[in-house]
């Protein structure tokens, strides 16, 4: 497969690298990045680099994956729009719906939109991903393929529903680090020095994690097992639900997941 990025940035980079280290030949995986320092660093990658779209840049590619800000999503599909002969288009960009890139794009339809999250930096990301009806089988696995090189997939039947896994993924490691940061201070309140509080938090986290991903049983139930009748656990459990913080967890999701819907209608303006 041959792909083109237009974009050369984090996760553009972490793509590359996670198909390379997956088979992929570096010299099939164009990337457009005007900025040269940009274009220097994900050419160590040894992959080929250019500072336009052009028709150079995008010979021989069979998939486009959008990889630019989403403030800079009009300009660069205006500027790609042109150069399209049959590719599949990836977008990555949060916020921007496929009507608006596809009016940018001068109609086009070959397109499926993802949303993946940062820990794809270490090949540990999961994205979700949504293609309309027109868009074929072999296309959505080659999307899923490109997404797979850096983590887990999970395909959405509805496009609105990807500002939900905005929220719930893609924003949620900035949760995870902010709930770690918590802990770990918290940790310090109580004697413990930051280096030693800082990984005892990090570490329980990462363990609880894996725990959760291998286990059969729920989270709710993994909880519970920790939790005995009043023990150290219960007593935290029952500050969290005084202070109702599963509500107002709740709520701090559907402002995420809401902030994404409002991105989309600001960005699809034009």
């Known amino acids: ?47 080929k680099t250019f500072a336009k779209s052009d028709d150079k840049s995008l010979a021989g590619m069979q998939v486009v994956v959008l990889a630019v800000k989403p403030q800079q999503m009009r300009e660069a599909a205006l500027a790609l729009a042109p150069l399209l002969r049959r590719q599949l288009v990836v977008t990555i960009a949060a916020g921007i719906r496929l009507a608006d890139l596809s009016r940018w794009l001068g109609g086009y339809r070959d397109m499926v939109r993802v949303m993946p999250n940062t820990p794809a930096l270490i090949g540990a990301g999961i994205a979700g991903l949504y293609a309309p009806a027109g868009v074929g089988a072999a296309a959505k696995k080659s999307a899923e393929r490109i997404l797979g090189a850096v983590g887990k997939t999970v395909w959405v039947k509805d496009e609105a529903l ?53 286990s059969k049983e729920t989270p709710a139930t993994l909880r519970e097992r920790v939790t005995s009748r009043g023990g150290t656990t219960q007593a935290a459990l029952e500050v969290f639900e005084k202070e109702q913080m599963a509500e107002r967890f709740k709520k701090a999701v559907e402002a995420a997941s809401r902030r994404g819907a409002e991105m989309g209608d600001a960005f699809g303006k034009d």
């Open 162 to 214: 990807l500002d939900p896994v905005t929220a719930v993924s893609a924003s949620s490691p900035a949760y995870v680090f902010w709930f770690i940061e918590q802990l770990a201070a918290a940790g310090v309140s109580l004697g413990l020095s930051t280096e030693t509080s800082q990984k005892l938090a990090i570490e329980a986290v990462l363990g609880s994690a894996m725990l959760a991903a291998q």
């Open 1 to 47: 497969m041959k792909i083109v990025f237009i974009g050369g940035g984090n996760m553009a980079t972490a793509l590359a690298g996670g198909l390379i280290k997956r088979g992929q030949k570096a010299a099939d995986l164009h990337v457009v990045e005007p900025d040269a320092a940009a274009r220097r660093r994900i050419a160590r990658l040894r992959v």
